[in-house]
């Protein structure tokens, strides 16, 4: 009886900012698991929100790596998302402890709980991070940075309210770093954005510099990528 008597909530849906995981493939041959719990953009508001996401990838001849994750956050009521990512590994650009990748995310979201909330999310992100060998390509624990250009292109759709709808462009620069152990991989990234305006029910948000961090750790299962020299 009580529980048909609480009004519908609008839960303001959440854009990720997830790990790009450098520019090598994390597996070069074989799969992985791996857990993410970083910052994202929550709604036409664009405040900063609270994403944990898991995922399972596949690595192929060292160059290609998809992977498929769940994600969501912890707002009561909140809507799952699902967050596809691809990586072509393009080569040693800038010498033989370089590796560079091109990186590709699609997230989709969407919640409905009528009268209060009608809307879906999707945002494409697009990164080229070059990463760097820091340690020996022989040591069994290796440790290497990346950076890179980042940009993700979000649209929101409010189907109780269009005026509402959301296009926005996030264009920054992503930097990382990256270290192994055995079967182990932990990541710590951030990407630097500038959050253009948005208006919503009359009240102006974003317009903004901010920095967006995300950690993570990957269990792989098959090969590393293999470093030149070793």
Not at 5 to 17: D, E, Q
Not at 79 to 99: D, T
Not at 121 to 133: C, G, K, N, Y
Not at 167 to 185: N, S
Request: glycine share 14%.
């Amino acid at each position: 009886m009580c529980a048909a008597c609480v009004s519908p909530k609008r839960v303001a849906l959440k854009s990720p900012f997830p790990l790009t995981y450098g520019g090598t493939t994390v597996p070069a041959n074989g799969v992985s698991v791996g857990v993410e719990y970083g910052s994202g953009l929550a709604g036409q508001e664009l405040e900063r929100a609270a994403i944990l996401n898991l995922n399972l990838g596949i690595g192929v001849l060292d160059r290609i790596n998809v992977s498929a994750a769940a994600y969501g956050g912890h707002e009561s009521g909140d809507a799952s998302g699902v967050l596809w990512r691809a990586k072509v590994r393009l080569g040693e650009w800038f010498g033989p402890r370089s590796s560079v990748g091109v990186h590709v995310g699609v997230a989709t979201t969407d919640r409905q709980d009528l009268p209060a909330q009608d809307e879906n999310l999707r945002s494409i992100d697009v990164a080229v991070p070059a990463e760097f060998l820091l340690s020996d390509p022989a040591e069994r624990g290796k440790r290497s940075v990346y950076v890179g250009p980042r940009v993700i292109r979000e649209t929101y759709h409010d189907e109780l309210d269009r005026r509402q709808d959301l296009r926005a462009t996030y264009a920054g620069v992503l930097g990382g770093g990256h270290v192994r152990y055995g079967v182990l991989h932990l990541f710590a990234e951030a990407t630097l954005v500038y959050v253009p305006k948005s208006s919503l029910h009359g009240v102006t948000a974003g317009g903004r510099l901010t920095v967006m961090p995300t950690v993570g750790a990957l269990l792989r299962i098959g090969t590393e990528h293999k470093w030149e020299g070793r």
